[in-house]
């Protein structure tokens, strides 16, 4: 027995059709011998059903919505039925010839141009390129909208897109023109060499930094156009006019082998900017991350640093001052500073990724000539396990007795900056006179109630007067606290 689906008027399904992964489904249905397709989107609440509706009469290369249909669950859209996808012709070709390829970027390019200002599709992929009226169409107007509308941050992991999302928009920047720009040029490239440039798993990295591999084999122009519509930057990317151009002029056979050499220079240098854009779209990417993970650091800090101010504050007698940069509590004898967090530069040869220092001390000031406590450094780092950040307390300590840093504060064990030289080599395979002088500790969970205790605890010795120096450094075995 026949299955029908309602739309305004009965159709019969045929059965399903094309790629069915996603937010939608494709059935194709017939009705007096006429024979269309209908998408079924999954209806989401928050979602604007009118975002599936565009007005893109008299744009070319368009494949429009016949009809749309609310059933309760659903939104079904009938289309007319195409002759084929891009994606499955690639799935039984592979890479296309260069003519080929010049004929399906200048069909969407046209939509593009005809869209203008009315429109950004938000989803251009091969599943989204149909062969309709004798030319390569674009489809699904409006679907990635009312998507991206209803699921905000999570649109490109529900319908599937991650391969050919412009850098911006993993960044939830506003989708423009170029946003689809950039979008077909991941579908050039795969028509150029069968294979997706930027191939997972992690989309979002490759997009923002890493160039594109190589292209060869095909013209210059053809290859300096696709890299240029894969800049990272948008307003890099070609516009659909300018696209179109350079299409023609690619397309165009030429006899001056001087303008042969200039076109594969022109090849040449835009593999350059690409890699030259990555770079520079890494290091921002980086900086950025870096902005992120200072201030968690800061927020993070109150954490164990709090109960330490509270704490103090209510002792009667102990007195709090505050300078550029640090905390101070004195009380009788003690004096406790607290160095506030900062910022420092990334440092390649360090063992792992240090973002933020502070610092804790508490010694006994009056003490004149010898020991006098001690210096704790706190790192906001990845000491452990890689992108894993925490704050971190350790310290160090000098084995050239008598001599050097430990001489000069009075203090050890000591901290110091991640920058220093001599805190490099303690932190390497090497023997050196600077070395680790306390297990690198994660200050989370039950560490965070320890380090409190400790503190307060060491204070309050400092304050009688009876602090005292470490019978032999290094307090334990730090050896294997860290990544080196």
Not at 86 to 111: F, M, P
Not at 128 to 143: E, K, P, S, T, V
Not at 351 to 372: K, N, Q
Request: aromatic share 8%.
């Amino acid at each position: 027995m026949p299955e029908f689906i309602q739309l305004e008027e009965n159709w019969t399904v045929i059965g399903p059709i094309g790629d069915q992964a996603g937010m939608s489904s494709v059935i194709e249905v017939e009705r007096d011998g006429a024979r269309a397709v209908v998408k079924k989107v999954k209806k989401i609440a928050g979602g604007n059903r009118d975002l599936l509706v565009e007005d893109l009469r008299g744009c070319r290369n368009i494949v429009p919505f016949d009809e749309t249909y609310d059933a309760g669950s659903e939104l079904l859209l009938r289309m007319p039925k195409a002759e084929g996808s891009l994606n499955q012709l690639l799935k039984e070709r592979g890479a296309l010839a260069e003519s080929e390829v010049i004929a399906v970027l200048t069909d969407v390019a046209t939509a593009l141009l005809d869209m203008g200002s009315l429109v950004v599709h938000r989803d251009i992929k091969p599943q989204n390129i149909l062969r309709y009226q004798d030319a390569w169409c674009l489809a699904d107007f409006g679907i990635a909208r009312y998507i991206e509308e209803a699921t905000a941050t999570v649109t490109y992991k529900r319908h599937a897109s991650e391969p050919w999302t412009a850098p911006e928009r993993w960044m939830l920047q506003r989708a423009t023109v170029k946003s689809d720009v950039y979008s077909l040029g991941v579908v050039a490239y795969q028509l150029v060499t069968g294979e997706l440039p930027f191939p997972g798993p992690d989309f979002h990295d490759q997009h923002r930094n890493s160039p594109p591999p190589p292209l060869t084999g095909i013209s210059p122009l053809l290859r300096s156009l696709i890299l240029t519509m894969l800049s990272k930057a948008p307003e890099s990317r070609p516009n659909p006019t300018d696209i179109l151009k350079r299409l023609a002029e690619a397309g165009r056979k030429v006899s001056s082998s001087a303008l042969n050499q200039l076109r594969e220079l022109a090849g040449e240098s835009a593999e350059r900017k690409a890699r030259k854009d990555a770079k520079a779209a890494e290091a921002k990417t980086k900086k950025e991350r870096r902005q992120i993970l200072s201030e968690s650091a800061a927020y993070l800090i109150a954490e164990w640093m709090d109960p330490i101010v509270e704490a103090l504050e209510s002792i009667p007698g102990v007195k709090k001052t505050s300078s550029m940069g640090e905390l101070n509590f004195s009380f009788e004898q003690a004096l406790l500073t607290f160095k506030k967090p900062a910022e420092v530069k990334a440092n390649d040869e360090l063992p792992f990724d240090v973002v933020s220092v502070g610092a804790l001390t508490v010694e006994m000031p009056s003490v004149t000539d010898r020991w006098a406590g001690r210096s704790h450094s706190l790192w906001y780092c990845d000491a452990q396990q890689p992108g894993e950040y925490y704050w971190y307390e350790t310290a160090f300590h000098s084995m050239s007795f008598g001599g050097g840093y430990a001489k000069r504060y009075r203090l050890e064990p000591y901290s110091r900056d991640p920058q220093d030289r001599d805190t490099l080599l303690a932190l390497q395979r090497v023997m050196h006179t600077e070395q680790v002088a306390v297990s690198f500790t994660a200050l989370v969970g039950q560490e965070v109630e320890d380090f409190v205790e400790r503190w307060l605890r060491r204070f309050a010795q400092a304050a009688e007067g009876r602090l005292s120096q470490p019978m032999q450094l290094p307090e334990g075995s730090p050896a294997g606290s860290w990544r080196n």
